[in-house]
């Protein structure tokens, strides 16, 4: 059983929600607005939260950017929005998952199930680091330095990182990439991949002078040793 907290101030959304999640053998706390929400977040131990973007109070960038500072907990955004830019700024700022209404429950639960499975295999996980042409990749502290110097990374340019280093001189396609990054039920452009090569490229490769992550037209990209 998983305890999931329901950030969301549409009674009607919340109300299904719950109950969808208390027929599947889950533990579920609501909360209408953004301070209230982001209390229960920091005061409570839930295995998930679902983040409306806009709520009263608080809105959800800011919820999910305080409880970033204190708590790992996964999240999935909720929202009406959907352009590729929006979902960007979401995962950045530090949410696992996103999805846009109107939304079929199946698709939410599915997502809610892999991001549980994810966070659980992150936690079970061997500790190591990866390193590659000066770059290295603490996986326990979560932290890049390139040449000694630290890097800062969001959620999702770590995992993208991380998943090329693992795979080097393996060329990945950017379905597989968005598959380890993203999740398997990740419903969404592909282009997203792009945009977060983009933002590596900027804070590596263009600020260190190296050339770490390589395009391979029409198929992907990939780090390769030499």
């Known amino acids: 059983m998983s305890r999931i907290l329901i ?25 209408a607005d953004g ?20 709520l009263p109070g608080l809105n959800g960038m800011e919820v999910l950017r305080r409880l970033r500072q204190e708590k790992d907990t996964p999240v999935i955004m909720l929202t009406a929005r959907d352009a590729v830019m929006d979902k960007v700024a979401g995962l950045d700022a530090g949410a696992d998952d996103y999805i846009t209404k109107p ?11 892999v991001a549980l499975k994810k966070h ?19 996986e326990d502290r979560h932290e890049v330095t390139v040449q000694g110097e630290n890097v800062e990374l969001t959620n999702r340019e770590f995992e993208l990182l991380h998943t090329l280093m693992r795979n080097k001189n393996i060329v990945l396609t950017r379905e597989k990439l968005l598959n380890e990054v993203c999740g398997y039920d990740y419903v969404g452009e592909t282009n997203i991949i792009d945009v977060y090569v983009r933002y590596l490229r900027t804070k590596i490769d263009d600020h260190f002078g190296i050339k770490l992550i390589q395009t391979v037209r029409g198929v992907g990209y990939c780090i390769k040793e030499s």
């Open 103 to 113: 939304f079929a429950i199946e698709e939410l639960l599915a997502r809610i199930r």
């Open 35 to 54: 301070r209230e929400g982001l209390d229960k977040a920091l005061s409570g131990s839930f295995d998930l939260i679902l983040l409306d973007v806009m």
């Open 7 to 31: 950030i969301e101030d549409e009674a009607g959304i919340a109300r299904f929600v719950e109950l969808e999640l208390k027929h599947e053998g889950n533990e579920v706390e609501k909360a």
């Open 120 to 138: 659980a295999r992150t936690e079970d996980a061997p500790t190591h680091k990866l390193e590659v042409l000066g770059v290295c990749l603490d």
